[in-house]
């Protein structure tokens, strides 16, 4: 009997402890409601309809859901794990996007990010004309907003940006409320709506697949795609002349000697090597410089790889990992490493973005550099470069945190405009986004290395996207349904117009004005909203590798350029 009596009461305690972490309001509370919003979100987020999902946007929902339900989490903890998690997440972003920012902006990428400028101004250019036509407050059309461009980013700079709001007046209580639910409302169309923009482009431009990949290749060869060239010197102002002489600083950029044949000897050229009448020459080039190339050697003639093995010295190709901080900040032309090692460096990846390898290109740990030359070149190149990509496996949290640090310190200076009410502030988005930007690219140039392998920087971001998600649904649950049932069935229609109409319009002037392929098209649209749903829905339906390319040129602007749009908007409310 008394067993009995036990079981029952060891079983009765169990219950009301697992009620508690329901009820209580503490930190194992607030752990366990998070955890538990997060994993079943993460969990309904592998289902897809049709190939889409809304992703981690599933853990907003079922935090609205259970926080409909009546789970609550004590406000101060909620608040630090909204910003914390808000604040890993853009951090590592910066960090990802940081070293290809200002690359993105030369040759063709100017134009698509110009494209990608105006379509964030068009999406709050409809956002503000349709607060002043339909009374809507401004702060809940900044949540229409940043729901309908999928941009989470912009979710969070408009809450920090009212939570530091020094006047408590009625209008700005109900944005706060009320923003996170108009996120919610408007996330799911705008990511239908952006699919739908792409359909009806490819409906409306006819495009045939198999064409628009030519045009593409096409494309990419004027934009100065790397291809080899084989040339035979002819010209007599070059006999006599040295490598060094002919590539000189002006060529080195554009213009690379990968292998001379001279008789029936082929070997890597050595920079002090005179040229002779009939030599022949292996270029790496691009389609912008060739004709110069063909005018400064001679004849042109078709490369077949087999002329270019030497029986000799065995000439291989390879990737080799930077892993010593000393390389870090220094460049390529400082590293001298066509001189000294007889290799070539054809190209460098870094953070997912393949580089051309320009002479004044600074480097840094965590590059990928393809490389061509001889075996024993190579080893010895691979030993000053370090070469042991498990090192990098291990990030450096040092200049992370201070990152950090100073991102939010940056974030919480006071910015003042002429016509503002309050000074505007970058706020614990925008603050330690553009310090991660700024760290990732000029880091290296001040012998900072910020690397981080891409899978701890995803991992880093997702664990801060899914606290933020779940902090903000389970804030915005309580008043989501009174929000529907009090006027919010329009935002879904404010929503549709704001994801439709910039979309629609730069579509049209990329395609009609600038002349763009359909790939550059799908990837302008997927970076220019910062939505990876409609980015994996184009590469699965079209098929096409460029439009990541495309998406990359333009995201890094266009998320900070989300960001600052959503602080403005709601200080315009203030």
């Known amino acids: 009997m008394n067993a009995c009596v036990d079981y029952v009461g060891t079983i009765f305690y169990l219950c009301h402890d697992m009620v508690n972490l329901f009820t209580q309001r503490d930190t194992a509370s607030a752990i366990f409601i998070l955890a538990l919003v997060i994993a079943s979100g993460l969990y309904i987020s592998k289902f897809k309809i049709k190939g889409i999902s809304l992703g981690t946007t599933w853990i907003l929902f ?68 349709i607060h002043l036509v339909s009374g809507e407050n401004l702060g809940i059309m900044t949540g229409i907003m940043s729901g309908a461009v999928t941009n989470t980013p912009g979710l969070g700079a408009a809450q920090q940006t009212l939570s530091e709001a020094t006047s408590a007046s009625a209008e700005i209580s109900d944005a706060a409320s009320g923003i996170a639910s108009a996120y919610a409302v408007a996330y799911p169309l705008g990511v239908l709506g952006a699919i739908a923009v792409l359909l009806f482009s490819k409906a409306l431009f006819r495009v045939d697949l198999k064409a628009e990949q030519e045009k593409a290749s096409a494309s990419d060869d004027d934009e100065g795609n790397a291809f080899r060239l084989a040339c035979k010197v002819e010209n007599p102002a070059l006999f ?106 054809a190209r460098i990846l870094r953070a997912g973005v393949d580089l051309q390898a320009d002479a004044d290109l600074i480097l840094q740990v965590g590059d990928s550099l393809k490389v061509v030359g001889s075996e024993e070149g190579i080893a010895r190149l691979a030993k000053l470069v370090g070469n042991e990509p498990e090192t990098l496996h291990k990030p450096n949290l040092v200049p992370i945190f201070f990152g950090i640090a100073l991102g939010v310190a940056l974030g919480m200076l006071p910015i003042r405009f002429p016509g ?28 900072i290395t910020t690397y981080t392998a891409l899978s701890a920087n995803l991992m880093i971001r997702e664990i801060g996207i899914s606290l933020f998600m779940a902090a903000v649904g389970l804030g915005a649950g309580k008043t989501f349904v009174a929000s529907l049932a009090g006027g919010g069935y329009m935002w879904v229609l404010y929503g549709v117009f704001i994801t439709l109409i910039p979309m629609t319009l730069i579509a049209l002037i990329a395609r009609y004005i600038l002349k763009m392929d359909f790939f550059k098209i799908c990837g302008l649209l997927a970076g220019g909203t910062t939505d990876p749903a409609l980015l994996s829905f184009s590469e699965q339906m079209f098929g096409s590798g460029r439009i990541a390319v495309n998406y990359a040129t333009v995201y890094p602007l266009t998320m900070f350029l989300r960001v600052v749009a959503a602080q403005v908007l709601i200080m315009i409310m203030l």
């Open 62 to 129: 079922m935090g609205i859901l259970l926080g409909h339900l009546g789970l609550r989490i004590n406000p101060t903890i909620l608040s630090f794990i909204k910003d914390f998690g808000l604040i890993l997440f853009v951090f590592a972003i910066g960090l990802q996007v940081g070293p290809g920012f200002f690359h993105s902006f030369r040759k063709d990428g100017l134009p698509m990010n110009m494209l990608s400028l105006a379509m964030v101004l068009l999406a709050v250019a409809t956002t503000y004309v």
């Open 240 to 345: 006599g002349k040295t490598v060094q002489d002919i590539v000189g600083d002006e060529n080195a950029d554009h213009l690379v000697i990968t292998r001379m044949k001279r008789g029936d000897k082929v070997f890597f050229p050595d920079f002090g090597l005179p040229l002779e009448e009939g030599d022949k020459l292996l270029i790496v080039t691009d389609v912008q410089h060739k004709e110069k190339v063909r005018i400064i050697f001679g004849e042109e003639y078709p490369v077949d790889m087999n002329e270019w093995r030497p029986s000799g010295t065995k000439l291989i190709t390879s990737r080799l990992s930077i892993t010593k901080s000393s390389i870090t900040g220094k460049s390529l032309r400082k590293l001298d490493i066509r001189r000294k090692y007889g290799v070539t460096v």
């Open 420 to 447: 503002m009410p309050q000074p505007l502030k970058l706020g614990l988005a925008g603050g330690p986004l553009i310090v991660a930007i700024l760290l990732g690219n000029f880091g290296p140039q001040l012998r």
